[in-house]
């Protein structure tokens, strides 16, 4: 039973296509560009001959803008023979003005660069994160050569963070997630874990070498296992406690021959590696539905506010009584201010990078990108700041590295083996 189709107004002059049904000649390849909004002028409506009862009817096609999908009668027409209609290059617009490439009348929507070519997408954001990376260790380090004040350093890395994280809410981008009182609770505990690593890693990096404070967090690995094992009470695999022994007894080698060793530079990285241990694990609690760049500005937020009070006890005084006055005469007023301002803005660049990085990956590219990033910047600090180290010290490095790589690329598996029982009891 034939259904009556509502006209559909176009500039095609009316005609009908029981004619070409009929016939056994067969149209030309044409390719044209059909817009919806374009099919609202006043020209005369094209009427569809009656379709066999085989062919599921139309429904009105309504003229708001959404794609003219024309596969059901072509469809038809090229399987009884008669008649072609190859619309091979012709693009229907979506509902907000999209164009979608159509072969055959069929409708595909068309791909993105990102869509084609992901491994490049990826590849860039890996290549950005390690350049930022290394660019904010560098900077920072010169910074500390002539202005060795962490705690103030730490609270302008911070500060530069959240001004950033305050105009991107401000233009709404991203926007704003709402907090609450409980979620205010879960995330305290995360930043002040995240304030006090980060102060301890900026007192390290002002007291050693770059090379060997990123050489002392190499143990960061050893300390997660133990907080697991002990702490959340969780099993870790025999292979995993002796994936993390090159890693001691490398830290050990580079420790005890390394040129700029003191205790205060090794004690401060040792510190930051137990806050970021804890870090890791109250935000394993902090669950709170939020995406991970407003998780990260309020992390950031709180974080500022707990390192401004030490900053203004220890370094306070100092600052006012000749610190300042001290930067300024060495470098000048605008160099110091810039120099500031953008080892801010790259710390935070640098976090955000790492963390649309990491989420494009999967947990084994994710262990082995991080170990990949510290060998970046343990080999570019040697080689801009020319540190001088002992033939143990690098032995020492190496194998500490390489404990870590063999560490990440254990626990990936793991980690990985699980989320697949996991997929197949669900499933």
Same mark, same amino acid.
């Given at each position: ?51 066999? =009862?085989?062919?599921? *009817?139309?429904?009105? #096609? =309504?003229?708001?803008?959404? @794609? ?23 693009? @229907? ?14 409708? $595909? *929507? ?49 500060? +530069?963070?959240? %001004? ?13 997630? *709402? ?30 070498? +770059? ?36 890693? +001691? ?56 506010? #707990? ?23 060495? %470098? ?26 990491? =989420? ?16 970046? #910047?343990?080999?570019?600090?040697? +080689? %801009? ?32 083996? $699980? ?9």
């Amino acid at each position: 039973m034939a259904s009556v189709i509502s006209p559909v107004h176009s500039p095609i002059r009316t005609c009908q296509f029981s004619s070409l049904y009929l016939s056994s000649n067969k149209i030309s390849p044409s390719f044209a560009l059909l817009k919806a909004w374009s099919l609202s002028s006043k020209a005369s409506s094209l009427t569809f001959s009656p379709l066999p =009862e085989t062919i599921k *009817p139309f429904s009105p #096609v =309504e003229l708001s803008g959404k @794609a003219l999908k024309f596969s059901g009668w072509s469809q038809e027409l090229r399987r009884r023979g008669s008649v072609e209609l190859p619309v091979a290059k012709a693009a @229907a617009a979506d509902a907000e003005g999209a164009e979608i490439e159509s072969a055959a009348g069929y409708g $595909k *929507p068309s791909r993105s660069f990102s869509e084609k070519f992901p491994f490049l997408i990826t590849g860039f954001f890996f290549f950005m994160w390690y350049l930022l990376n290394v660019i904010f260790n560098i900077l920072n380090k010169k910074v500390y050569n002539y202005f060795p004040y962490p705690y103030f350093v730490s609270v302008i890395h911070l500060l +530069v963070g959240v %001004v950033y994280c305050l105009v991107s809410w401000s233009i709404g981008l991203p926007k704003r997630a *709402p907090i609450d009182k409980e979620q205010l609770a879960l995330l305290t505990p995360v930043a002040f874990c995240h304030a006090l690593g980060h102060v301890m890693s900026n007192v390290s990096f002002a007291a050693v070498a +770059v090379s060997f404070t990123h050489t002392i967090k190499a143990l960061e690995p050893f300390f997660n296992a133990s907080a697991s094992q002990f702490v959340l009470g969780q099993h870790i695999p025999l292979s995993l406690w002796l994936s993390l022994a090159p890693v +001691v007894i490398g830290v050990s080698m580079a420790s005890l021959t390394e040129l700029s060793f003191n205790w205060l530079g090794f004690g401060s990285a040792m510190i930051s590696n137990i806050a970021f241990t804890y870090r890791s694990i109250y935000s394993k609690k902090a669950m709170t539905g939020m995406d991970s760049t407003n998780v990260y500005a309020y992390i950031s937020i709180i974080a500022l506010l #707990v390192c401004i009070p030490p900053a203004l006890l220890i370094e306070g005084p100092q600052l006012l009584q000749y610190g300042f006055r001290d930067a300024i005469a060495k %470098v000048g007023l605008y160099k110091f201010l810039s120099d500031l301002f953008w080892i801010g803005m790259f710390y935070h660049l640098y976090n955000q990078l790492a963390t649309n990085t990491l =989420e494009r990956v999967a947990p084994l590219t994710h262990a082995v990108g991080n170990v990949l990033k510290r060998v970046f #910047v343990i080999g570019f600090s040697i +080689v %801009v700041f020319g540190n001088k180290i002992s033939t143990q010290t690098g032995i020492g490095t190496a194998i500490a590295i390489a404990g870590v790589a063999i560490y990440s690329l254990i626990k990936a598996n793991i980690e990985e083996q $699980k989320r697949k029982a996991a997929a197949i009891s669900t499933s």
